[in-house]
C-alpha cells in the first residue's frame, strides 16, 4: 500500500532531537507518538531510543519522512549520530533537564541531554531538573555564576577533547561530589536530579582553576571517610599531588594549633 504524507506536518527546528520532534509532529496530527509510528509502520517501541541510533534505518528514516513531508537525511540528523568516547560519556540517556520555556512547546533538543548545557540555546532560559521541581532562583547568584562558568570549562574541555583540562575538570567534579555526599560517579552528578549537587559539581569546575591544590586542602580539614575515599580516587593517577594536599592540610593545622596555644 502505498504511504501517503500526514494531513499535518512541523519543521524540525535546528538542534531538535528525533523524540522531541516526533511527538510534536504526533500533536499536530492528534494522536501518541506511538501512534504515529504504527500508522506509519515503524516498530513501536519507546520513541526515546530512536535518539542513539548512530544511523536510523533507511526504510524508517525513509517512512518517517514521506509521513512527514521532509527528506530522509533531515530525519537522521535529529539523532546524535558519532560520538567520541568522552562525549557519549558526557551526555546522558534521559532526559535530566530541560528549558521551562520551550518544554512548554513540546521541544526537546540535544543540547540539554549534555551535561555541560547549562542555559537554552533556544530562549536563554536557565535549564531545571525534570526530577525535582525546584525554584530556579533560590541558589546564591554566585553559585550559579560559578556553574555556569565551570559548564563552559567542561564543554571547551569535551570539544577540544583535552585531556589534561578534562582530567582536572572531573577532578573537581569527584571531589565536590563526594562532599555533596552524593554517593555517585562523577559523570552521573553532573546529571543529578538533585540541583543542588549538579549545581555545586560544575562551580567546583571553575573554583579549581584557581590553586586546585590548596582549595583541595581547604576542604580536606574535616572529610568523611566517604570523601576521604573520592580524594584518592581523584588523584589516585597523580600521588605527587594528593601529597602535596596532605602536606598542605598539616601545614595548616600546625598553623592553627599554634595560633591557639
Known amino acids: 500500500m502505498t504511504q501517503r504524507p500526514l494531513p499535518k506536518t ?14 510534536r509532529l504526533a500533536v499536530m496530527n492528534y494522536c501518541e507518538a506511538d501512534e504515529l509510528l504504527a500508522h506509519i509502520g515503524v516498530d513501536t517501541r519507546q520513541v526515546a531510543n530512536l535518539d542513539f541510533e548512530v544511523e536510523v534505518a533507511p526504510t524508517t528514516a525513509a517512512k518517517i519522512s514521506i509521513a512527514a513531508r521532509v527528506t530522509a537525511e533531515t530525519v537522521q540528523s535529529l539523532t546524535f549520530g558519532v560520538m567520541t ?35 537554552c540555546q533556544i530562549c536563554g532560559a536557565r535549564l531545571l531538573s525534570n526530577l525535582i521541581k525546584t525554584d530556579g532562583n533560590r541558589f546564591s547568584e554566585n553559585l550559579v555564576r560559578r556553574a555556569r562558568s565551570g559548564a563552559g570549562l567542561l564543554e571547551r574541555a569535551v570539544r577540544s577533547n583535552c585531556s589534561n583540562k578534562l582530567r582536572r575538570a572531573m577532578r573537581a567534579v569527584t571531589y565536590a561530589n563526594a562532599l555533596k555526599a552524593a554517593r555517585t560517579d562523577a559523570a552521573f552528578a553532573l546529571q543529578s536530579p538533585r540541583p543542588d549537587v549538579r549545581l555545586f559539581c560544575l562551580a567546583a569546575i571553575d573554583v579549581a582553576q584557581s ?16 570523601a576521604r575515599v573520592a580524594l584518592l580516587r581523584a588523584y589516585e593517577k597523580e600521588p605527587r599531588l594528593l601529597a602535596a594536599v596532605d602536606r598542605i592540610v598539616l601545614r595548616n593545622k600546625e598553623k592553627r594549633r599554634f595560633v591557639g596555644a
Open 10 to 23: 512541523v519543521t524540525p527546528l535546528a538542534g531538535e532531537l528525533l523524540s522531541g520532534w516526533l511527538t
Open 85 to 119: 568516547r568522552t562525549e557519549a560519556t558526557m551526555t546522558a540517556q534521559v532526559a535530566f533537564q530541560s528549558c521551562p520555556n520551550c518544554s512548554r512547546r513540546g521541544i526537546a533538543l540535544k543540547q540539554w541531554r549534555q551535561v555541560w548545557a547549562f542555559d
Open 211 to 226: 590553586r586546585p591544590l590548596v582549595k583541595a586542602a581547604l576542604f580536606s580539614a574535616n572529610l568523611d571517610g566517604h
